[in-house]
């Protein structure tokens, strides 16, 4: 008997317009997002700037084109902030979220950060003493403790150019947080950062409640470390493109998932230039690719179990 695998396929609305940089898509309606990305197969979207911001518009804009709502980025500054303060902070946006039946909030660590400028990535920041890390974790329990209170869980978003990026943080931040704080696994930053996607993952799958799928160039990565480029020059050159258009190994990805009975969204999100990567036809394949993955890795697992 094959054992089901309990995910949906969401999109990120960057394959259409990026929020860092208005250039990639800018003038692209939402209402061209969403219809598009409904066409092609995608259940729900994660939240992007075009988005409205109340609750009830919300889920109406959702529901016009019958999509669920997926999740939503939030930038956190527990690196400087107190846990009272990020947590006043997040109170319109966590509302929004669970209203909109999100379970999972997108936790992005903004403080110092240089995802959204011209610095090099090599310059981003750093927790250099053990004691940092710890207060960062202890902040980071209690801010998810209050998330879960809510019904949603902080799914914690390693990021290039942020303080948590290379497998060793990830590895670390891990080690020091309760299992409230949940990780959104991304195989494309994973991947840029220097990991083996699917070795950190394996390591990890337990506490991942989020998934972001992605995939690299690695020709471009090289360049974009060897040139001392920026995210955003990565992002412009071509880093990043959906799942089955790169390097990375989704097969495996997405069989250490289901033998390790993930349940959630798998989120097609690739920052991409629109007129190099058509928006369309880049979120069709990583639709299909996806789609026939979700649908083959069980069949392979029953199949060997037999």
């Known amino acids: ?34 219809a ?4 092609i197969g995608y259940q729900g979207f994660e939240l992007g700037n075009k988005f409205p911001r109340e609750p009830e518009a919300l889920r109406a804009v959702l529901a016009g084109h019958g999509l669920e709502l997926v999740s939503g980025w939030y930038s956190g500054r527990l690196a400087r902030r107190s846990v009272e303060e990020e947590i006043e ?4 946006h966590l509302t929004l979220l669970a209203f909109n039946g999100a379970k999972v909030m997108v936790y992005g660590e903004v403080a110092d950060s240089i995802q959204g400028t011209q610095e090099p990535l090599y310059k981003r920041p750093r927790f250099f003493h053990p004691e940092q890390w710890r207060d960062y974790a202890d902040k980071l329990n209690a801010f998810a403790q209050h998330t879960l209170s809510r019904g949603v869980r902080v799914a914690y978003h390693h990021h290039m150019g942020a303080y948590v990026e290379t497998p060793a943080d990830v590895d670390r931040l891990m080690s020091l947080t309760s299992e409230s704080v949940g990780l959104l696994f991304d195989s494309g930053h994973m991947t840029f950062a220097g990991g083996d996607a699917v070795a950190v993952l394996a390591r990890h799958v337990g506490r991942v409640c989020h998934m972001h799928c992605k995939d690299v160039r690695p020709r471009v ?18 880093a990043f493109t959906v799942p089955g258009d790169g390097s990375i190994d989704f097969r495996a990805l997405i069989r250490l998932l289901y033998d390790n009975d993930y349940s959630g969204w798998l989120v097609v999100e690739a920052e991409q230039d629109p007129v190099v990567a058509p928006s369309y036809r880049y979120a069709e ?9 979700v649908e083959r890795v069980p069949l392979e697992a029953a199949r060997e179990a037999a």
């Open 1 to 34: 008997m094959t054992k089901p695998f309990d995910v949906k396929i969401g999109i990120n609305p960057i394959s259409w317009s990026n929020d860092d940089l208005p250039s990639l898509g800018g003038k692209t309606p939402l209402s061209v997002a969403l």
């Open 36 to 39: 598009e990305g409904k066409a």
């Open 89 to 92: 902070a997040v109170d319109t």
């Open 221 to 238: 990565i090289r360049h974009a470390r060897n040139r001392n480029w920026s995210f955003l020059e990565s992002v412009i050159n071509g």
């Open 285 to 293: 394949k990583g639709y299909r690719y996806l789609r026939d993955l």
